[in-house]
T-cell receptor
């Protein structure tokens, strides 16, 4: 297992464009999380999945953001009509079932720059 | 709601010396875990050490150890024999067994001087 993979590593887009990021978790992990991290700050929770079910979305996740995890495998995070404030690192993590206090395994992140 | 506070934005240590990074948290839950993660510049988040709240014994991992004070809701990280490769941003994080979510502090940037 190569860990959590995120694609692309970097994305530069013009304001108003749509972008989509992909995350491939560790295969046996049924929980998948998305976080957003701005420069010099700690990651902020966006949303998470238990298998294919999206269990919670943060208030940070406006209507322009949507996440999916079809078939409980990889996940995508789409941002529509991007704004300069969306510029950040988007981190994906996976873990085994909750309740075990299992540590997350993080991907390398996708750095989004909106110009 | 749970919160995690790291009051030291930046710390520095001389190579081979010892440094302690502070973290406090607030919660009303009894079942939780605490973590320290390391994030080198432009690199992914790496788990440093983990502490179960129900364990009184402080966790240790080689040169890394914690001082877990449950009543005071304090969870500091001690790095002994600091190495240049320890330079990174360190995040304290709280894991809720109830929600399954990880909540991070603001981070502490550690500089290691040769």
């Amino acid at each position: 297992d190569t860990g959590v993979s995120q694609d692309p590593r970097h994305k530069i887009t013009k304001r108003g464009q749509n972008v989509t990021f992909r995350c491939d978790p560790i295969s046996e992990h049924n929980r998948l999380y998305w976080y957003r991290q701005t420069l010099g700050q700690g990651p902020e929770f966006l949303t998470y999945f238990q298998n294919e079910a999206q269990l919670e979305k943060s208030r940070l996740l406006s209507d322009r953001f949507s996440a999916e995890r079809p078939k409980g495998s990889f996940s995508t995070l789409e941002i529509q009509r991007t704004e300069q404030g969306d510029s950040a690192m988007y981190l994906c993590a996976s873990s085994p079932t909750r309740g075990q206090g299992a540590a997350y395994t993080f991907g390398s992140g996708t750095r989004l720059t909106v110009v | 709601a749970q919160t995690v506070t790291q009051s030291q934005p930046e710390m520095s240590v001389q190579e081979a010396e010892t440094v302690t990074l502070s973290c406090t948290y607030d919660t009303s839950e009894s079942d939780y875990y605490l973590f320290w993660y390391k994030q080198p510049p432009s690199r992914q988040m790496i788990l440093v050490i983990r502490q179960e709240a129900y364990k009184q014994q402080n966790a240790t991992e080689n040169r890394f150890s914690v001082n877990f004070q449950k009543a005071a809701k304090s969870f500091s990280l001690k790095i002994s024999d600091s190495q240049l490769g320890d330079a990174a941003m360190y995040f304290c994080a709280y894991y809720s067994s109830n929600t399954g979510k990880l909540i991070f502090g603001q981070g502490t940037t550690l500089q290691v001087k040769p």
